[in-house]
């Protein structure tokens, strides 16, 4: 479905943060009504729904418009596609300019949710779909490994602190290599043969350096 090819009944702006999100909307050409705070979970996803629905207005005519900033927006995106609504995630920079041209001063999680059902209105962005299952073990996977090494970088350089010392603990130089071995990145994935560094001899220089399976 291509932007403007639908005809809105109702424009939804959402505001997500850590633990809460904010949500607001408004008719075309109406305004906002009193915005609604939920808990970032499931309930408060659940929550949200059964008010929209109270709006009257049924899902594929409601457009509902997240900023994509962080991973926060993720679950309630999900959400609200699984529950046949149109939503369009939209870039930072386009919600933070649409935002700076609208006559107010405070800046509040209200006043940005409804921005956010302004900015649909007016835009009307391309609805969003999840992408497949793949794409997040794929990422979530390259971050977890992103945060093991530099874990490891860390170690190698408290590694190399200790050596400065002139009495070195054999028990804390041996918990240093065996991070930097990589030994405690297999079993912080569960042990995945897939992502467990391959066993080699290797001398000082290159010791820690893995070879990771695809």
Not at 47 to 65: E, I, N, Y
Not at 157 to 181: F, G, K, S, T, Y
Not at 197 to 207: E, F, G, K, L
Request: aromatic share 8%.
């Amino acid at each position: 479905m291509e932007a403007g090819s639908a005809i809105e009944r109702l424009y939804v702006g959402a505001d997500v943060a850590a633990e809460t999100f904010v949500a607001a909307w408004r008719a075309p050409g109406g305004q906002p009504g009193a915005p609604f705070t939920g808990e970032r979970t499931p309930t408060g996803f659940a929550a949200l729904l059964r008010r929209l629905h109270g709006t009257g207005s049924p899902p594929a005519a409601t457009l509902v418009a997240l900023e994509a900033t962080g991973n926060y927006w993720v679950a309630l995106a999900v959400a609200l596609h699984e529950a046949s609504y149109r939503v369009a995630v939209v870039n930072p920079r386009q919600a933070h300019h649409f935002a700076k041209a609208q006559p107010r001063r405070a800046k509040t999680d209200a006043l940005d949710a409804r921005d956010r059902a302004r900015l649909a209105e007016a835009l009307r962005p391309a609805p969003w779909a999840p992408p497949p299952a793949v794409y997040h073990e794929v990422r979530q996977r390259l971050v977890a490994r992103d945060g093991f090494l530099a874990m490891r970088t860390q170690a190698r350089n408290q590694r190399h602190a200790l050596r400065q010392w002139p009495v070195v603990v054999a028990a804390v130089r041996q918990r240093l290599d065996e991070l930097i071995a990589g030994g405690p990145l297999g079993a912080s994935t569960g042990g995945s043969p897939r992502w467990r560094p391959r066993s080699r001899p290797c001398s000082r220089a290159v010791c820690g350096r893995s070879r990771w399976r695809a």
